[in-house]
């Protein structure tokens, strides 16, 4: 899986998936339509400056609330390559996982704008900015293969493909 640098977006603590994307934007199914409404609740323009492969930087129990799979669809969607938060909410790891978004548990010292450079290979985090560098547990082979086919279903329809 390539290394993944971008802009960091920091948000606080206990993000749930209705501040992602709130409930009234739940009745289309198009991932545009969800992306550009993304973070809405907490910046109204995020949409509009988040650039591809930006980096989401947030607190403790990022994604909590709905099960809805809209909300890592929405920020993968908007261009996010990786979220980094001190804690996910189960439900939303495994639904980002699932969609092929990576998201890793760290704590890394990063303000709005630092850039950041991942390598969830090699398992490290560096924020270029200020020059800190943060080690993680790498993925495993199978979450990488998941993440490098695009997500469950696309490694799914892989692998049938090639049978």
């Known amino acids: ?6 802009k ?10 209705d501040v992602i994307i709130a409930g009234r934007y739940l009745r289309t199914f198009n991932p545009e339509d969800l992306a ?11 949409s509009q400056k988040v650039n591809k492969g930006d980096i989401i930087v947030a ?3 990022f994604g909590c609330g709905s099960s809805r799979e809209q909300a890592p669809v929405a920020i993968k969607t908007a ?5 980094i938060a001190k804690s996910f909410a189960r439900i939303f790891y495994r639904n980002a996982i699932n ?8 704590d890394i010292e990063a303000d709005e704008g630092d850039i950041l450079e991942v390598n969830v290979e090699k398992g490290i985090i560096t924020n270029i900015s200020k020059d800190i560098t943060v080690n993680i ?5 199978a979450m990488l293969n998941i993440l490098e086919n695009g997500g469950l279903v696309e490694q799914y329809l892989k692998n049938k493909k090639e049978e």
């Open 1 to 6: 899986m390539e290394i993944m640098k971008g």
């Open 8 to 17: 960091a977006w920091k948000f606080r603590d206990s993000i749930d998936t």
């Open 36 to 46: 550009a409404h993304v973070m809405e609740a907490e910046d109204p323009e995020f």
């Open 59 to 61: 607190g403790w129990n």
């Open 79 to 83: 261009g996010v390559s990786v979220i």
């Open 99 to 106: 969609i092929g978004l990576p998201v890793i548990t760290a």
């Open 137 to 141: 547990k790498p993925f495993d082979p």
